[in-house]
């Protein structure tokens, strides 16, 4: 069997930070569709200089966070969203 | 068959409004000649561009929604690129999730300020 490891024990515990448990909220909140038009709520998913932000930020699961970047995408064409900007929000 | 769609148009904000009357009058007939049938139509009127286009910084947004049988969009798309006073057009099939999202938002269902109000037990049914 292995050998008991021994336990490191230091003068104060090391603290850690609990952070709040990322999720995706289109699964939470149940919502299947995402309108392109809707640009208060897309602004959510783009950082200061318009560009879309990463899932691992957003917290998105694969198939919304596609959704939302086409969504972008098509608000950018129809000049909704800017392509490139400066302090956005 | 008949799918539904979605279009948004972008008219030049040079436009005096009965242009833009006519103009959307134009895409109206174009529709029914095609046995289409419009759901619903929004004017945004004119509206800020994030970016300019054509040298414009503003344009007036139309929105149409609307059932079609399928070959009716290339058509119509082959008009909206003819008309001279188009900036813009994205036509978008709208997949029933979309379908369902428009008919709940036309009944004030969507969004935070909510004109009707719905029980959970609603919401999770629907």
């Known amino acids: ?89 | 068959m008949n799918k539904h769609y979605e279009t948004v148009i972008i008219f030049s904000p040079l436009l005096a409004e009965d242009d833009v009357k006519k103009g959307i009058a134009k895409y109206h007939k174009l529709l029914q000649d095609h046995d289409g049938k419009l759901v619903e139509e929004r004017n945004w009127g004119l509206k800020q561009l994030a970016y300019p286009i054509e040298g414009k910084s503003n344009g007036i947004y139309y929105i149409m929604e609307f059932t079609a049988p399928g070959t009716f969009v290339s058509k119509l798309e082959v008009e909206f690129k003819r008309d001279e006073n188009l900036l813009r057009f994205l036509t978008v099939a709208l997949d029933k999730y979309g379908v369902d999202y428009n008919d709940r938002r036309r009944q004030g269902l969507v969004g935070k300020n909510k004109t009707v109000n719905t029980e959970k037990t609603e919401e999770v049914a629907s």
């Open chain 1, 1 to 89: 069997m292995s050998t008991p490891r021994k336990e490191i024990k230091f003068m104060t515990q090391a603290k850690q930070i609990k952070r709040p448990k990322k999720y995706c909220r289109f699964k939470k909140a149940g919502i299947k569709y995402i309108d392109y038009k809707e640009t208060d709520f897309l602004m959510k998913f783009l950082n200061e200089q318009g560009k879309l932000l990463p899932r691992r930020i957003t917290g998105n699961s694969l198939k919304y966070q596609r959704k939302v970047a086409q969504a972008i995408k098509r608000a950018r064409h129809l000049s909704l969203l800017p392509y490139v900007a400066d302090l956005l929000k």
